[in-house]
């Protein structure tokens, strides 16, 4: 996706800096970029130009630029300070057909009273151990059965409104990527939709069968902890299996408050001041597409 | 009637395959259009996996082509890995375009693009998975029309049981006219079914549809003779030939990949021919005559393809791309064109010459000096004048030391092992060259740390080619030889270090000989060895010689004749070959005349730039060599965005 991303840049005219050396490349930082085989409504991306450009009409010649299903929502000029340290935590939200929602309301229970809750992952480096816990911010269960009408129960949508109560400045800021095996769809341009999104049917499982879904907040931390991460946690702590792979979205990324809700990453800081480096003219921070 | 998408039930199998990315579609410049509003509708196949079918070339073009055509529809198809395919067997899914999933078996044509015979199994595998009846004998109106293309095609009898025809040459104008008749058959509601569109497609001269021939065998198992079965058909196919690339500039919109693929860049294609005369090359034999592009059409594919693509990286592709007549030109402007967008430039193929070097850090000078790679082809002087491939070890020596001395580090040389006439001191004289190339590279730079890696590829000899009646070297030969050679590399340590070696044994070759000389014969054995798990021959933890060689044995053996038969076995000039009734436009006298002066070590001109030697494609196709000098310059050199390829006015502040 990444490739993607840079081929846009230059089909779009981005005037955009490049590293020196032997082998240039452009200067664009991704933090915190999604897993593959997940599907994202807010990554993050920034980028360094050459030239100063109206940030919007950046926003949308790249957004044109862009293959569907990956839609650029907001370009704001970098402010300083690293974008990273804008993104503690993400909230997702992990779709398991065939899961009973009661069952997975009590997994969670149990990792929420849980200390510790170590996992197994395999890396490129053989196995390696981490513990879930201290990154799960919050947790939820919900649940869908769409009812012998076709019409599913809006469950969710409490929670994301809980915890958002800015809903549409969260939305602005989010995209979709096409994860892994998974179709790119025209399920972006949300823009304020974040909280009615529960009702769209694509996004539901066949009637009748049972669907729980994980609504968590998951801090950035190193070793990062992933979706998978967490139902690894889930089946270690209650034994819970999803019958058929999950389906996670990342709806939103953010720094963490006390309250443990996700501020707009690209809000301007107290004195927004356009980013100057390497005595280029700096630019950009991009609400963007993912990985 | 509508086709619906087979996505929904192909997609809950995605997470349990491998690469799952490559069967989703959606790659930028991809067409998927409305069944219904369409009249003739084509699915376009290269049989392999994906990462290596997306970047073809041929397949790209005629794709684009045939969807510029408002009526008409075409969408591409690969070859799924076996993962996939078990479980599409499981789950009753049929074989898939990538563009809209529809089912292969719903279109009206099924174009299979074959730069290699190694492919056919694949066709099989496709077929079988799309529910087309693999023999197209027992195809009725329902099924597609299965057409060959590509470079293989100039020799299809292998697969002819399993094709309803094939086109010789170039594709723009051929798909376009193929179109033509299916749409007004159709129109005309299908008068005659099948068979009567296939003797439409045949009368027309271009097209080679193998069920209208019989062929005739003699007792001792050579072909008698091929002949039409009925009338409208001629006795032989011509090949197409698309005359002015100016008029082609495909592909405007190159198709490009969220999944990595083998080549990720953009081609243009320069021109197109090649009358170097290699012996070996079946490519610069078909392709004659030699047609550029002209230096604005380059300009203009390349602006609009990086436009349309964002890629970073153009290949200038040809048979032998330094040959156009105005390439200094070329490199020039778009090097000029593109500084400073990190855009690179290559010349995949170039010959040896220190010219060359000029061109490469010309391409070069914004980026990375990694490696340049040349093709001597043969080890020896005089096995170099066998295969018509003129480079002396002085040019050679002279080449690389320009390269190391401009900042190059390494340089590949390609050889080939098993070429006709050879002994095994024409391959070990490829060790003492590619000694020579470090010690003067060594000499030339002072250090130590360059490289040269020598890569060496079995010779399979090809129709059409002044080597069609020569004997393959067996499979023990060759690597016999390249085990001398190694030893040869490593008997002087301190140059052997800087040296590297890369080669394949030859067995796979030898079945690769068998599918490219073979007879309708042959199509047993590749019935029965995809019938066995063969799939994927192209690829080494798939291919299997011994399945081959099995089923060589239970198939030719009954009828007299073999595996060696069709491949090591040294053919006379009365013999009649299984592709004689298909042109390519070469005078058979030519070829063999040229044949006995390989034997004879003498070599022959290119006649781009000596007199004519008569090899009979410019007369008998009516066609001409177009070269320049054209004298313009490549104009003009606008300035192009700053840190991108492209100027978008919007975002000049």
Same mark, same amino acid.
Not at chain 1, 251 to 279: E, I, K, S
Not at chain 2, 456 to 465: D, L, Q, R, S
């Given at each position: ?21 032997? %082998? ?181 499982? #066949? ?29 270690? /702590? ?54 | ?164 025809? #094939? ?12 179109? #033509? ?206 295969? %018509? ?81 020569? #004997? ?56 029965? /060895? ?124």
């Amino acid at each position: 996706m990444a490739r993607a991303f840079e081929r846009a840049l230059r089909r779009a005219g981005v005037p955009m800096a490049y590293s020196q050396g032997f %082998n240039p490349h452009p200067k664009i930082s991704w933090a915190g970029a999604a897993p593959t085989g997940v599907a994202s409504e807010a990554e993050y991306v920034e980028i360094q130009l050459v030239e100063r450009v109206d940030p919007e009409v950046l926003r949308a010649e790249l957004d044109a630029a862009l293959p569907d299903g990956l839609d650029v929502l907001q370009v704001v000029p970098a402010s300083g300070g690293s974008l990273a340290d804008r993104l503690d935590a993400s909230l997702w939200r992990i779709e398991l057909p065939g899961v009973d929602p009661r069952a997975l309301a009590e997994a969670v229970d149990r990792l929420l009273a849980a200390d510790r809750v170590e996992v197994q992952r395999l890396t490129k480096d053989g196995r390696r151990t981490i513990d879930v816990r201290p990154a799960v911010v919050t947790a939820e269960a919900a649940s869908s059965v769409a009812g012998a009408g076709g019409s599913p129960d809006r469950v969710e949508s409490g929670p994301l409104r809980r915890r958002f109560p800015d809903d549409e400045e969260i939305a602005s800021n989010g995209t979709s990527v096409p994860g892994r095996g998974e179709r790119t769809a025209d399920n972006v341009a949300h823009g304020s939709q974040i909280g009615t999104r529960a009702a769209r049917t694509d996004d539901w499982p #066949a009637p009748g069968r049972p669907c729980g879904i994980l609504v968590t907040v998951v801090r950035q931390a190193t070793p990062a902890v992933r979706p998978d991460d967490v139902l690894s946690a889930l089946r270690v /702590v209650a034994g819970l299996e999803p019958p058929v792979p999950a389906k996670a979205t990342r709806m939103a990324q953010g720094q963490l408050d006390d309250d443990g809700r996700l501020a707009d990453p690209l809000a301007p800081v107290a004195a927004p001041q356009p980013a100057t480096r390497d005595g280029e003219s700096g630019q950009g921070v991009v609400a963007g597409p993912a990985v | 009637m509508s086709v619906e998408s087979v996505f929904p039930q192909l997609e809950p199998l995605l997470p349990r395959v491998s690469k799952p990315v490559q069967y989703v579609g959606g790659e930028l410049n991809a067409t998927v259009k409305d069944w219904d509003a369409t009249s003739v509708r084509w699915a376009l196949m290269y049989p392999d996996a994906y990462e290596v079918g997306l970047p073809n070339q041929g397949v790209m073009i005629l794709y684009e082509i045939l969807n510029e055509q408002p009526d008409v529809l075409a969408e591409r198809t690969y070859a799924v890995w076996p993962d996939l395919e078990a479980l599409m067997r499981e789950h009753g899914i049929p074989q898939f375009t990538v563009d809209g999933h529809r089912p292969v078996g719903a279109f009206d044509l099924l174009g299979v693009s074959f730069a290699t015979e190694l492919g056919y199994t694949n066709l099989l595998g496709a077929l079988d998975l799309a529910g087309i009846p693999l023999h197209a004998t027992d195809r009725t109106d329902e099924h597609p029309v299965v057409i060959a293309g590509g470079h293989a095609a100039f020799n299809p009898e292998p697969i002819a049981d399993f094709l309803d025809a #094939a086109v010789l040459g170039d594709g723009e104008e051929a798909v376009l006219e193929i179109t #033509a008749i299916v749409r007004d058959w159709k129109a005309e509601g299908r008068p005659g079914g099948r068979d009567e569109l296939l003797a439409r497609l045949a009368e027309t001269g271009g097209v080679y549809v193998p069920r209208f021939y019989d062929v005739e065998y003699l007792p001792d198992g050579r072909i008698q003779r091929v002949v039409p079965n009925r009338d409208r058909v001629p006795y032989r196919v011509f090949k197409r030939t698309t005359m002015d690339l100016d008029d082609w500039p495909y592909p405007k919109q190159p198709l490009v990949p969220l999944a990595e693929s083998v080549h990720e860049r953009m081609s243009v294609e320069i021109f197109r021919g090649c009358t170097r005369g290699c012996r070996f090359c079946q490519a610069g034999m078909i392709t004659r005559p030699v047609r550029e592009r002209s230096l604005d059409g380059i300009g203009e594919m390349v602006q609009k393809g990086l436009e349309a693509s964002g890629f970073e990286e153009v290949g200038l592709l040809s048979l032998s791309s330094a040959d156009h007549s105005e390439i200094g030109e070329i490199t020039r402007g778009l090097a000029d064109r593109y500084e400073g967008t990190n855009t690179s430039l290559s010349l995949p193929s170039t010959r040896v010459d220190a010219f060359n070097v000029d061109l490469a850090n010309e391409l070069s000078r914004n980026g990375r000096r990694s490696g340049l790679t040349f093709a001597p082809e043969g080890g020896s002087e005089r096995i170099r004048r066998v295969i %018509n491939k003129m480079v002396s070890e002085e040019d050679l020596i002279r080449t690389v030391t320009t390269a190391y001395s401009s900042g190059w580090r390494q340089v590949k040389l390609y050889f080939m092992c098993g070429l006709p006439t050879e002994t095994d001191e024409d391959v070990l004289q490829i060790a003492r060259m590619a000694q020579e190339v470090i010690r003067a590279g060594r000499e030339a730079t002072g250090r130590k740390d360059i490289r040269c890696t020598i890569s060496i590829g079995a010779f399979v000899p090809k129709p059409h080619t002044p080597f069609q009646w020569a #004997a393959q070297a067996d499979p023990e030969t060759v690597d016999n030889r390249l085990r001398k050679l190694r030893a040869a590399v490593n008997a002087d340590r301190s140059l052997g270090r800087n040296i590297g070696m890369r080669y394949h044994d030859g067995k796979p070759s030898l079945i690769e000989g068998l599918l490219s000389r073979g007879d309708r014969r042959v199509g047993r054995v590749i019935e029965r /060895v995809w019938r066995d798990g063969g799939r994927f021959d192209g690829w080494s933890e798939y291919f299997s010689f011994q399945r081959w060689v099995d089923a060589c044995a239970a198939e030719l053996e009954p009828l007299g004749v073999s595996l060696d038969w069709f491949t090591t076995r040294e053919r006379d000039e009365t013999e009649v070959l299984p592709w004689d009734h298909l042109d390519s436009g070469l005078d058979k006298e030519w070829l063999w005349a040229d044949w006995q002066d390989a034997l004879d070590e003498r070599e022959q001109d290119d006649c781009r730039w000596t007199p004519c030697f008569d090899c009979g494609v410019c007369p008998s196709m009516g066609t001409d060599i177009q070269v320049g000098p054209s004298g313009t310059a490549l104009l003009p050199i606008t300035p192009v965005g700053k840190g991108s390829p492209v100027r978008n006015p919007a975002l000049r502040s």
